[in-house]
């Protein structure tokens, strides 16, 4: 890796918040069992290639194989790697998987999905926007499911987020939609909380990211405001990538 190449990969990495990686020493790397990874200042180190040169999503899930990168691993019954169309001009990122998800290694296949994909196939209908849920990607920041539906921890977030990393360079999609604050933090490194960066434009590597409530969230009865800018947000998306 020449040291262009190097800088733009830390850059990245501090970009999207990561300011620790996870190498295995020599030493360990010989032992036949995987010792734990020690924490590496990023100016310190050569990081491998986060996105491949012509990197695909077939080549991204036989990298992960089994993956046992963080504690996620210990309760999952499957790795949720994300489904749809390959060649998208729209991703949906969420934040994990759920207890449906985890059952059937498909994202956002419970309620929460349920009302996602209602809110793909209803405003595209009433837009008049050829685009159904199956026409779209949708993936989640960490593939294995959080104990207890809890929120991926932030040291989970940055270990996994290097997969949702190389899935959305392979894709290339013209904007992605992050559902909810954990999906928001991962790939906008930012404080802000979801109701001032809702409904607003932001840039991850130049793809433009709309943010947006996340649907379990929307389910509860009490949010029938959120529910209608929810609805707006997902207007002003649709246009903006399929006009
Ligand atoms: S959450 Fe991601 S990094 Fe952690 S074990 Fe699962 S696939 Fe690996």
Redesign the pocket.
């Known amino acids: 890796m020449t040291q262009e190449q190097l800088c733009d990969y830390l850059e990245l990495y501090r970009d999207l918040g990561i300011d620790m990686i996870y190498i295995r020493s020599s030493a360990a790397k010989s032992r036949s069992t995987p010792a734990p990874a020690e924490p590496v200042a990023i100016p310190d180190v050569v990081i491998p290639g986060l996105a491949p040169e012509g990197d695909t999503l077939d080549q991204i899930r036989l990298d992960?194989g089994d993956?046992?990168?963080?504690?996620?691993?210990e309760g999952?019954k499957s790795?949720v790697?994300g489904s749809g169309n390959q060649r998208s001009p729209l991703v949906f990122v969420g934040e994990?998987p759920g207890a449906d998800e985890d059952e059937q290694g498909l994202p956002f296949v419970g309620r929460a999905g349920q009302l996602l994909t209602q809110m793909i196939d209803n405003t595209a209908q009433k837009e008049g926007i050829p685009v159904r849920r199956g026409d779209v990607y949708i993936c989640n920041v960490?593939?294995?499911r959080?104990p207890e539906n809890r929120t991926?921890l932030p040291d989970?977030m940055e270990?996994?987020g290097?997969?949702l990393f190389r899935q959305l360079m392979a894709i290339k999609p013209k904007a992605v939609c992050a559902l909810g604050s954990t999906a928001m933090k991962a790939l906008l490194n930012t404080k802000e909380g979801i109701t001032r960066s809702r409904g607003k434009w932001h840039k991850w590597h130049g793809i433009p990211v709309m943010v947006t409530y996340h649907p379990s969230y929307l389910l509860r009865q009490y949010n029938q405001q959120a529910k209608r800018e929810a609805w707006e947000d997902l207007k002003t998306l649709l246009h903006f990538v399929y006009d």
């Open positions: 992960m993956c046992r990168l963080c504690r996620l691993c999952r790795i790697f994990g960490v593939k294995c959080p991926p989970e270990v996994c290097q997969f």
